[in-house]
């Protein structure tokens, strides 16, 4: 391996004791590819198995705790015990080839397709749509939903251990439901969950409790837990950085193992205001990275890149499409082979980069989101 890498490659040990073999993520990232009761299939085992190895953790797709949180065709689910064995199935591939395993734990909210949905009805702290294409109002939750929600977040959290991950990922992030309750545009309440910044916190820090409790209750060795969030909205009213900045100070004070800060790259400033060019992930990471490790993520496709970015001090960085391209990314750069590495999706190469039909429909469907040859 070149030298000027090799401070990507050192352990890393997080607050509640898990420890991992370099600095390197795979990203969370949705891939249709599971059954339509939650269960896993076997293309998303076999998925995940071929990019555990190299990198230190493995963040898995989100999976919702609850049956109307599902937010994708094809998500698989968290929100039944039923469903642990499918579950161990992740967590087992993942972790067989030397990766830990962390269970992202989620729920749609107003986001939600309503066909994916067995009532068809998206719920959300508001009863206020989005500002997307053909976005549906949802129904704004109830007192006694929101408590029970918070407690499926911590049954989820329960599953997650007795499956045998290794932590969990509150997706806190890209306008589900528990943003929406962070939010300024979704969350219109009068209670004690909606109105001023500190009671639009409320909900957030709530769902980190009952995943604590859960860890504390349930958890027989360490269990790692960290928190993914994004920074801003689009949306006015809608959460800008002063709001960020307030909520990341209260999630540095909770005991968690991680922030992820999901942003589209991570150099990129803010997209509320183009004459903001500071970068998202180093700004936080300022702010509140000598309380809580920071994990940047976004358009680091080559070693140099995720280097430069690791310059900045952030200790943690996530790669996504970098890995469904090449999931040998990680052993490509320990081998010295980094010439080697893929930077382009080809069919031809589908079978060898176990993506299933499913995944791959979807993976092309994004516009410009891989670079497809």
């Not at 990198?55 to 039923?82: H, L, Q, W």
């Not at 949905?117 to 989005?130: E, K, M, T």
């Not at 990314?329 to 299933?356: C, H, N, P």
């Amino acid at each position: 391996m070149n030298p000027k890498y090799e401070a990507a490659f050192k352990p890393f040990t997080f607050r509640s004791g898990v420890e991992i073999k370099n600095r390197i993520t795979m990203a969370p990232m949705t891939n249709t590819a599971a059954h339509e009761n939650g269960e896993v299939s076997d293309e998303e085992v076999a998925y995940y198995q071929e990019r555990a190895g190299g990198v230190g953790t493995v963040i898995t797709a989100c999976t919702y705790v609850t049956r109307n949180g599902k937010g994708f065709p094809g998500e698989f689910g968290a929100d039944s015990d039923s469903l642990i064995p499918s579950l161990r199935r992740v967590a087992t591939a993942i972790q067989e080839k030397g990766s830990k395993a962390i269970l992202q734990i989620f729920h749609g909210g107003r986001m939600c397709p309503p066909e994916e949905l067995l009532d068809r009805q998206p719920i959300a702290p508001s009863a206020v749509a989005a500002e997307r294409d053909d976005a549906v109002v949802p129904r704004e939750m109830t007192a006694d939903e929101i408590d029970e929600m918070i407690k499926a977040f911590g049954e989820a959290t329960r599953r997650a251990i007795e499956a045998g991950y290794d932590g969990v990922e509150i997706h806190g992030a890209n306008t589900y439901l528990i943003q929406q309750f962070f939010s300024s545009h979704s969350n219109r309440r009068t209670d004690k969950w909606g109105g001023t910044l500190e009671k639009r916190m409320s909900f957030p820090l709530a769902v980190v409790d009952a995943v604590k409790k859960a860890v504390s209750d349930h958890a027989t060795k360490p269990f790692l837990i960290g928190y993914r969030l994004s920074p801003e909205e689009r949306e006015n009213p809608g959460i800008n950085m002063e709001d960020t900045l307030q909520l990341v100070d209260k999630l540095a004070d909770q005991d968690l193992d991680y922030l992820h800060i999901s942003v589209g790259g991570f150099w990129n400033g803010s997209i509320r205001d183009d004459n903001d060019q500071t970068s998202r992930v180093v700004m936080i990471h300022e702010r509140v990275g000598d309380r809580v490790p920071v994990m940047g993520v976004g358009m680091l496709q080559t070693p140099d890149e995720v280097m430069k970015a690791f310059e900045t001090g952030v200790p943690l960085i996530a790669l996504g499409r970098e890995l469904i391209m090449e999931p040998q990314w990680v052993q490509k750069v320990q081998a010295g082979e980094e010439d080697k590495i893929r930077t382009t999706l080809s069919k031809k190469d589908q079978k060898e980069l176990a993506i299933s039909d499913k995944m791959w429909e979807y993976y092309t469907g994004i516009p410009g989101w891989l670079p497809i040859v």
